[in-house]
Every structure is written in C-alpha cells, then in structure tokens.
C-alpha cells in the first residue's frame, strides 16, 4: 500500500501589529499608540478605536465642550457601575464581604443622577439617550433603532440631534460652558 503523501498548506498568518479583519468591519480604528504601562513601566503599543463621541468630535457635529462633558458622564457612568456588566458578589467569596457599593461608587451614582434628572428624567429624549450611548456605549443607530424613545423607533438624523442636544445640556450641568453662551 502506497500511502499519498501530505503537502503542507500554507496558513496565512495574521500580521499582529494590524487591527484584524472582524476589528476593521465594526469601526474605525487609530494609529498605533506608543506609551509606558502604568503598572510596570514597560513600553507598549495599543490602538484606541474611534467611539461615537469621537467621530462626532471630528466631523464637527459637537464642540470640544460637548464631547468633554460626554466623557465625564460616561467616566461617573462606569465608577457608578452602572453598565450592564457585573462581577461576582463578594458574598460568594470565603472572606469576602458582601459590601455592594463603595463611598466612590454612591457618590457617582449621585452625580448620574443628578445630570440624568437635568436632562429631563431617566424616560426624555435626552436621558435615554445618554444613557445608552453615552454610558453603555450603545451606537445612535442601535438606541434609535432598538429602544427610541418611549417604546417608539426614531430616525437615525432624529437620534443625533437628541445625542447633541443631551451633551449641550451636560456640558453646562458639568460647568464647561457658561450658561450664557449656552442659550
């Protein structure tokens, strides 16, 4: 029996230093980042991708201000722990203890909720919006399409405007513009 010889196939192999492909399909990305670990101290290089906010920044859809104030929300959103993302309860943990929220964490919370409530309530427009966009990172099109506004879909143009209109209220409410020059 004379066996068939196997060829070896040749794999392309991905080049590390590039966003791959399923990175590429889902937005942009930047240019590589050269920088020190905060940890350790060695050199690193990373990409930053382009978020909504961002891309809104570059187009010229909102002001530095704006963008600014998107990001202290998002900042109180995430130390709030308010994403959808949760960890195991330390409860469960031998000596673990069960504590829910820290001091930092209430205090976020404090602050969410209080620029949800200038922004008309967790039900407007404008509090749906950041909400999902802002502080879980959803895109416009996925909350225009998905949750809208009062159970109701909106166009994309619409969703945008309310996104603007949310981050120029958050932008006085966060003091980065005089009221003023806001109305």
Same mark, same amino acid.
């Given at each position: 029996?004379?066996?068939?010889?196997?060829?070896?196939?040749?794999?392309?192999?991905?080049?590390?230093?590039?966003?791959?492909?399923?990175?590429?399909?889902?937005?942009?990305?930047?240019?590589?980042?050269?920088?020190?670990?905060?940890? =350790?101290?060695?050199?690193?290089?990373?990409?930053? =991708?382009?978020? =909504?906010?961002?891309?809104?920044?570059?187009?010229? =859809?909102?002001?530095?201000?704006?963008?600014?104030?998107?990001?202290?929300?998002?900042?109180?959103?995430?130390?709030?722990?308010?994403?959808?993302?949760r960890a195991m309860p330390l409860i469960r943990i031998p000596g673990g203890s069960g504590d829910s929220l820290t001091d930092r964490q209430v205090a976020a919370r404090e602050q969410v909720a209080h620029a949800m409530?200038? *922004?008309?309530?967790?039900?407007?427009?404008?509090?749906?919006?950041?909400?999902?966009?802002?502080?879980?990172?959803?895109?416009?099109?996925?909350?225009?399409?998905?949750?809208?506004?009062?159970?109701?879909?909106?166009?994309?143009?619409?969703?945008?405007?309310?996104?603007?209109?949310?981050?120029?209220?958050?932008?006085?409410?966060?003091? *980065?513009?005089?009221?003023?020059?806001?109305?």
């Amino acid at each position: 029996m004379a066996g068939k010889r196997k060829t070896k196939r040749q794999t392309s192999r991905e080049d590390l230093a590039k966003p791959s492909k399923w990175r590429l399909q889902h937005g942009q990305v930047g240019e590589p980042v050269r920088e020190a670990d905060p940890e =350790t101290g060695l050199p690193v290089m990373h990409r930053r =991708t382009v978020d =909504t906010l961002g891309q809104m920044l570059a187009n010229g =859809t909102i002001t530095q201000e704006m963008h600014d104030a998107g990001a202290v929300f998002r900042r109180q959103f995430r130390v709030a722990a308010l994403d959808q993302l949760r960890a195991m309860p330390l409860i469960r943990i031998p000596g673990g203890s069960g504590d829910s929220l820290t001091d930092r964490q209430v205090a976020a919370r404090e602050q969410v909720a209080h620029a949800m409530m200038a *922004l008309g309530g967790f039900e407007s427009a404008a509090g749906s919006c950041a909400w999902h966009v802002v502080g879980l990172e959803h895109s416009v099109r996925e909350w225009a399409l998905r949750q809208g506004w009062g159970g109701r879909s909106v166009g994309h143009a619409q969703a945008q405007g309310m996104l603007v209109a949310a981050l120029g209220v958050l932008a006085v409410v966060y003091g *980065l513009v005089p009221r003023q020059r806001a109305a």
